[in-house]
């Protein structure tokens, strides 16, 4: 569920939509944690998502250019491998980081140019 909101102000009209609540896209079972990935998009969203530690949000794990690439980052963020514990995903406006899932994972095997 999505509230649509409208403000008027001296820049003219702006309208955002806000998600009501988060919503849980994936959890790990308790025994192994019980970590969780959820998504603060509004609905009919289509731009670039941040994936964020539940904890601390001012910690991007990384920016993906679609809503279903987030998905599968945080899916995997989430779990003991990912190691990041439970994560949101949020809409932003920050340049994208990762192109996919694969990119990220790999991220830190890619030679640097020097």
Not at 8 to 34: C, F, K, M
Not at 41 to 67: E, R
Not at 89 to 111: C, G, S
Request: aromatic letters at 6%; glycine letters at 10%; proline letters at 9%.
């Amino acid at each position: 569920m999505s509230l649509h909101l409208q403000f008027i102000g001296a820049g003219g009209a702006h309208s955002a939509y806000v998600r009501s609540e988060p919503t849980v896209i994936g959890a790990n079972p308790l025994p192994i944690g019980g970590d969780v990935a959820t998504e603060a998009v509004p609905d009919g969203y289509t731009g670039a998502c941040a994936v964020v530690p539940a904890s601390d949000s001012d910690n991007v794990i990384a920016v993906l250019p679609s809503l279903n690439e987030a998905r599968r980052v945080a899916r995997y963020a989430k779990t003991p491998d990912g190691g990041y514990g439970s994560v949101v995903i949020e809409a932003t406006r920050q340049p994208v980081t990762h192109e996919t899932l694969e990119d990220w994972l790999l991220a830190p095997f890619r030679r640097h140019p020097k």
